[in-house]
């Protein structure tokens, strides 16, 4: 089993990354990958404010997240149309996706602990 959460959008060549991911898993394994897409809102606001302003003002917004957050994200097959695509032609796989819009990490700075 790979599992990963919210880091294949930080990988620039993510297409070779799941190629060699499916090289290394058995043929009953299984990959599991949590992450927003590009036109998630987050993704958005990150992609027009640019990697070196996210930087300065992550750590004013989620204090104590400098050292895990705020690495270049590039968001390589972002759209769900790219990644099926992608992924369905792989040669022997079975392949599912499940979408859903769940952004709690990263707007947890509105809520009131924050805020103290």
Same mark, same amino acid.
Not at 46 to 66: D, Q, T
Not at 93 to 102: A, C, S
């Given at each position: 089993?790979?599992?990963?959460?919210?880091?294949?959008?930080?990988?620039?060549?993510?297409?070779?990354?799941?190629?060699?991911?499916?090289?290394?898993?058995?043929?009953?394994?299984?990959?599991?990958?949590l992450?927003?897409?590009?036109?998630?809102? $987050?993704?958005?606001?990150? %992609?027009? *404010?640019?990697?070196? @302003?996210a930087?300065k003002?992550?750590?004013?917004?989620?204090?104590?997240?400098?050292?895990?957050t705020?690495y270049?994200?590039?968001?390589?097959?972002?759209?769900?149309?790219?990644?099926?695509? $992608?992924?369905?032609?792989? %040669?022997? *796989?079975?392949?599912? @996706?499940?979408?859903?819009?769940?952004?709690?990490?990263?707007?947890?700075?509105?809520?009131?602990?924050?805020?103290?």
């Amino acid at each position: 089993m790979i599992f990963s959460k919210y880091l294949m959008e930080h990988v620039k060549d993510v297409k070779t990354s799941y190629e060699n991911q499916l090289l290394a898993l058995n043929p009953s394994g299984t990959m599991i990958h949590l992450y927003p897409l590009g036109f998630h809102p $987050f993704s958005l606001l990150n %992609k027009i *404010i640019g990697n070196k @302003f996210a930087r300065k003002v992550i750590p004013l917004i989620r204090k104590g997240s400098e050292e895990v957050t705020g690495y270049p994200a590039f968001y390589t097959l972002g759209n769900a149309y790219s990644l099926e695509r $992608f992924f369905k032609n792989q %040669k022997g *796989i079975r392949v599912d @996706f499940i979408y859903h819009y769940g952004a709690i990490d990263y707007f947890t700075f509105f809520s009131t602990s924050y805020c103290d």
